[in-house]
Every structure is written in structure tokens, then in C-alpha cells.
């Protein structure tokens, strides 16, 4: 049975209710062992003394640790509406986010609009960047067109644990163990003006790659300090 289709399955079904009920509270627990190391914080504060909106910006590898450590802000986020997307959203409502729901293959355009109004009733959002499915690192253009036609900055940031495990997957998620050090890196904001054309928009994206590439090596830089 194809992914899209996994609503049609009873078994798949009891899945998501499973994983869902049993993901949180591990989670959960799990964030909770967490010692925090944070720089930049300024800056998202800054967005927000200023009456805008951030457009939160993460590599989709860094969602678990991103997921908690952005928890209760009311952050709207995007989630697929396959399999996995349904037990993430789940999920990620019992953190309290809020939900657009689609990707880039299906309900994207959809999703994007109810980002649109979300944001003018006073709601941070949060793009996975390279999701859902990669290529992994490579900066798509969903947050560059939403700060666009929104007026709001990309604020990009990058989450880096130790020791952690890696999964298998193509975004090579990092899981951080319990106890890890998990540093948060954030960045300054990125504005996209409201006349850009194709050229600067293609700028802004490769921008927004360098940014995240260069917070990695912070966030790295302040675990090892």
C-alpha cells in the first residue's frame, strides 16, 4: 500500500495512534535530561520586541531536539500527510504547535496559505528547509517565499547534541541521548524585500544555506568550548 494511501489501512491506523501515545511521553522524558547551551537568543528576541513574526529555519535532521526546545510558543509548523507526517503532527500538537498540513509533493501550496494567515494573526512558523525529503542541506525556497510575502524574517538556527545517535534516514536525524549537551545556535534574521525578483530570491536561498552551514560549525564550536 502506498504511503498516501495508509488511512485506508486499519493496521496502519493503529500505528500512528500507538507511536503517537507512546512518542510523547518519551520524548518528553527525554528533553527533560537536556543541558542547554545557548547563543544568539538576542536575536529571535529582537523579532519579537519589533511586533514581527520569526519564520523559524532548521536543517530536517535537527527536528527532534528543535521540537523541544521550541515547545509551548504556539509555533506553526508544516507537516507532511503520509504516515510518518501523521504520527509527527500528533506529536508535535501534544508540544504545543500548531499544524499546516502538507509538503512539497502534496498540499504544499495549501499549507503555505494558512502559513500566510497565520502569521498576520501573530503566530511564529518554523520551515525544516532541506524537508521533507531532502537533499539533505540543500535550503528550498518555501521560508524565502513566505518571509516575501509576509514581511518577516527568517530567523535560522541549528541544534547540535553530545553524544547523540544518528539514524539511518536520508536527513541522518540526530537523536540526542539522555544527559547530552545540546547546544542552540541562532542566528541573525534574514529579510527577503517584498519586490524581490527571481535573482535576489535565488540569492536569499544560497544565503540561507551559508547561514545554516555556518551555525552548525558554531553550535559544534560551543560544545567543544
Known amino acids: 500500500m502506498i504511503d498516501a494511501d495508509w488511512r485506508a489501512s486499519r493496521l496502519k491506523r493503529i500505528e500512528v495512534a ?26 529571535l528576541q529582537s523579532v519579537l520586541a519589533s511586533g514581527r513574526q520569526p519564520i523559524l529555519a532548521l536543517w530536517h535532521g535537527r527536528i527532534l531536539p528543535a521540537t ?37 509533493s502534496r498540499g504544499g501550496g495549501r499549507a503555505l496559505l494558512q502559513l500566510i494567515r497565520d502569521m498576520a494573526d501573530g503566530r511564529p512558523t518554523a520551515f525544516t528547509v532541506d524537508g521533507p525529503r531532502g537533499p539533505a542541506y540543500q535550503a528550498q525556497r518555501g521560508a524565502v517565499w ?20 544518528t539514524a539511518r534516514s536520508w536527513d541522518r536525524a540526530q537523536i540526542p541521548r539522555p544527559w547530552s549537551r545540546v547546544a542552540m545556535v541562532i542566528g541573525e534574521p534574514l529579510d527577503v524585500p517584498a519586490d524581490a525578483d527571481e535573482g535576489t ?12 552551514v555556518d551555525l552548525q560549525s558554531r553550535a559544534l564550536a560551543l560544545l567543544a568550548g
Do not use: C
Open 201 to 212: 530570491m535565488e540569492a536569499k536561498r544560497l544565503d540561507l544555506e551559508r547561514r545554516l
Open 146 to 165: 513566505l518571509a516575501k510575502v509576509t514581511g518577516n524574517p527568517i530567523v535560522p538556527f541549528h541544534v547540535e547534541a553530545m553524544p547523540h545517535w
Open 68 to 104: 523541544i526546545y521550541f515547545r509551548d510558543r504556539g509555533v506553526v509548523a508544516i507537516t507532511s500527510q503520509n504516515f510518518d507526517g501523521e504520527w509527527t503532527s500528533r506529536i508535535m500538537r501534544r508540544f504545543g504547535y500548531l499544524q499546516a498540513r502538507g509538503s512539497t
Open 18 to 43: 500507538a507511536i503517537a501515545a507512546f512518542g510523547y511521553p518519551v520524548l518528553a522524558a527525554l528533553g527533560r535530561t537536556f543541558r542547554w547551551r545557548e547563543e544568539g537568543t538576542e536575536h
